[in-house]
T-cell receptor
Framework: QQPVQSPQAVILREGEDAVINCSSS?????VHWYRQKHGEAPVFLMI?????EQKGHEKISASFNEKKQQSSLYLTASQLSYSGTYFC???????????FGKGTTLSVSS | EAQVTQNPRYLITVTGKKLTVTCSQN?????MSWYRQDPGLGLRQIYY???????DKGDVPEGYKVSRKEKRNFPLILESPSPNQTSLYFC???????????FGQGTRLTVV
């Protein structure tokens, strides 16, 4: 079952902050975040694992609430290059598959 | 250069004509998967393979087959394509499930 992302779309001006949320109805082992620019392939941002381990880019900030099966991606002081569609993906506790949500489109203007 | 290579990038075909989309990775990754991307639906997993010996269905496997005869290759086979399989397809690979995934550049398939 696909995780649910919110909001569906965000419009920002450069320098503003945004939070993208991801929630699942099942117990999770990990949450993955990817960004896709128009016409390109998705690119890895971060993985958050049960127990607190994180793997990813230093400039990206995210949280994972294991009890609530929720994750949030924090985009601070946004830049034009942040524009794109953000996908969260989840892996269940005994999961073998990475299931992505429908995406959140972020538009940053100057 | 580490990469996932899909071919072809674009394909227009007719209903019922069997086709194969190839996917190859040069990173010695164990885990490979196929996704389709449709507007408003996000990335939906078609099939995944944890290693050469284990392949399983994702969320939308109907109408698709895959093969993992060797670690580097994971082709997607549409034996009788239909118009509802018109989509953008991505192949992805990672060393294991919970590690960074690398995506191919995508294959835009149109079935008429």
């Amino acid at each position: 079952q696909q995780p649910v992302q919110s909001p569906q779309a965000v419009i920002l001006r450069e320098g503003e902050d945004a939070v993208i949320n991801c929630s699942s109805s099942k117990a999770l082992y990990s949450v993955h975040w990817y960004r896709q620019k128009h016409g390109e392939a998705p690119v890895f941002l971060m993985i958050l694992l049960k127990g607190g381990e994180q793997k990813g880019h230093e400039k990206i900030s995210a949280s994972f609430n294991e009890k609530k099966q929720q994750s949030s991606l924090y985009l601070t002081a946004s830049q034009l290059s942040y524009s794109g569609t953000y996908f969260c993906g989840t892996v269940g506790q005994a999961g073998t598959a990475l299931i992505f949500g429908k995406g959140t489109t972020l538009s940053v203007s100057s | 250069e580490a990469q996932v290579t899909q071919n072809p990038r674009y394909l227009i075909t007719v209903t019922g004509k069997k086709l194969t989309v190839t996917c190859s990775q040069n990173m010695n990754h164990e885990y490979m998967s196929w996704y389709r991307q449709d507007p408003g639906l996000g990335l939906r997993q078609i099939y995944y393979s944890m290693n050469v010996e284990v392949t399983d269905k994702g969320d939308v496997p109907e109408g698709y087959k895959v093969s993992r005869k060797e670690k580097r290759n994971f082709p997607l086979i549409l034996e009788s394509p239909s118009p509802n399989q018109t989509s953008l397809y991505f192949c992805a690979s990672s060393s294991r499930l919970n590690t960074e995934a690398f995506f191919g550049q995508g294959t835009r398939l149109t079935v008429v």
